[in-house]
């Protein structure tokens, strides 16, 4: 039976890494990946990936979509939650003042972070909610393209 769950869950886990990778976003997985990918000049959206069914299943889609804007990040990246702990670690320590949260989006601009969508933001709402949330951030700290 857990030989079952696990195969589950780690099917779950793989789809979610490609929903956000086919989006564009560059996968890190290390906390040396994260530190060379935050700190680079320009805006970076951080999505923190989850596995979290409801509120996952609205920010992967959102996170997606949000791209498709005259504004964008200069950078895209994710991390997972649960999944790559040190990487994620790392990343969140960049997220002064936010309290842990998955998923959940941050904006950095030269390292530094801008503002987030926390879960609370994402969770309850549908995937065109957050996008437009995202995108308001977009048009505050980013450039046209």
């Known amino acids: 039976m857990s030989m079952d769950f696990n195969f589950f869950m780690n099917d779950i886990v793989r789809q979610a890494r490609q929903e956000i990778v086919s989006a564009g976003y560059k996968e890190l997985t290390t906390a040396a990946e994260v530190d060379e990918a935050l700190q680079q000049k320009g805006t970076t959206l951080v999505m923190i990936n989850s596995v979290c069914g409801c509120a996952g299943g609205v920010a992967r889609p959102a996170a997606a979509h949000a791209l498709h804007y005259d504004k964008r990040p200069d950078h895209v990246v994710t991390v997972f939650a649960g999944?790559?702990?040190?990487?994620?670690?790392?990343?969140?320590?960049?997220?002064?003042?936010?309290?842990?949260s998955s998923p959940s989006f941050a904006i950095l601009k030269d390292g530094k972070i801008c503002s987030m969508v926390e879960?609370?933001?994402?969770?309850?709402?549908?995937?065109?909610?957050?996008?437009?949330?995202?995108?308001?951030?977009?048009?505050?700290?980013?450039?046209?393209v």
Not at 83 to 100: H, I, M, N, V
Request: proline share 7%; with cysteine; net charge negative.
């Open 83 to 100: 999944q790559d702990k040190e990487a994620t670690e790392k990343a969140r320590s960049y997220f002064t003042g936010y309290p842990p």
């Open 119 to 144: 879960r609370h933001q994402i969770e309850g709402y549908d995937p065109a909610s957050v996008v437009s949330k995202l995108q308001k951030e977009f048009d505050q700290y980013c450039e046209e």
